[in-house]
């Protein structure tokens, strides 16, 4: 069965340091999301992605995001310059269509900003 | 705004017993409601959904969810829990926006 895949499953950094968490989606996938999970609270949503645009943002997704797909098969998400409050578990998911379409997540990357 | 809720941040119960996890939304418009559960280690993964018509829907693993309109909930249930079922549950409400809103996540512990 196709699934979503994330690297790397742990990163450490450096506070003020740049960070590239990368997802492979589902192959047929159009459409590419990004949540985050900090430790004990709930998963939130960061950022919607189609055709190669943001389609959607929380307020979350400030300046120091943003979200590329370099090729074909890799989604990722660039944090500039980390802060303590960045760490979290970093969710990627994929869906075929828009509006309710079934979305399916990653295992996830754990980000430790020290 | 959109928003879930589940009540209980942990729960603990023995193999074979009975379970039922918690769901209720806030959502103006019909809601996409969806169970997700999690793995240690492991992403996501769908349990079921709710769109629109029978409002008992059947998952995967034995799991079932009622989406009451009335009660705004949408609760999880399975009839006798096996110990591979111990992870923790997540709720979710879409929007038209594709937008998913979590809630808080249920811990579940299954004891022999």
């Known amino acids: 069965e196709p699934e979503v895949t994330q690297t790397p499953s742990h990163q450490v950094t450096q506070m003020g340091q740049e960070v590239i968490l990368r997802c492979v989606p589902i192959?047929?996938?159009?459409?590419f999301y990004w949540y985050r999970q900090i430790l004990g609270q709930k998963v939130e949503f960061l950022v919607s992605?189609?055709?190669?645009?943001?389609?959607?943002k929380s307020e979350i997704f400030d300046d120091q995001f943003s979200v590329e797909r370099p090729d074909g098969s890799n989604f990722t998400l660039k944090i500039r310059s980390t802060k303590l409050e960045d760490s979290a578990m970093y969710f990627c998911?994929?869906?075929?269509?828009?509006?309710?379409?079934?979305?399916?997540f990653g295992p996830g990357t754990r980000l430790l900003v020290l | 705004a959109q928003s879930v809720t589940q009540p209980d941040i942990h729960i603990t119960v023995s193999e074979g017993a009975s379970l039922e996890l918690r769901c209720n939304y806030s959502?103006?418009?019909?809601?996409?409601l969806f169970w997700y559960v999690q793995s240690p280690g492991q992403g996501l993964q769908l349990l079921l959904k709710?769109?629109?018509?029978?409002?008992l829907v059947q998952g995967i693993k034995g799991f079932e969810a009622e989406f009451k309109r009335s009660q705004s909930s949408f609760n999880l249930r399975k009839p006798s829990v096996h110990w591979s079922d111990a992870a923790e549950y997540f709720c979710?409400?879409?929007?038209?926006?594709?937008?998913?809103?979590f809630g808080t996540g249920t811990s579940l512990t299954v004891i022999p």
């Open positions: 709710y769109f629109s018509g029978d409002t």
């Open positions: 998911a994929s869906s075929e269509r828009l509006v309710m379409e079934t979305q399916y």
């Open positions: 192959s047929n996938h159009l459409y």
């Open positions: 959502y103006g418009a019909t809601p996409y």
């Open positions: 979710a409400v879409g929007d038209t926006g594709n937008q998913f809103y």
């Open positions: 992605f189609y055709n190669n645009e943001i389609s959607e």
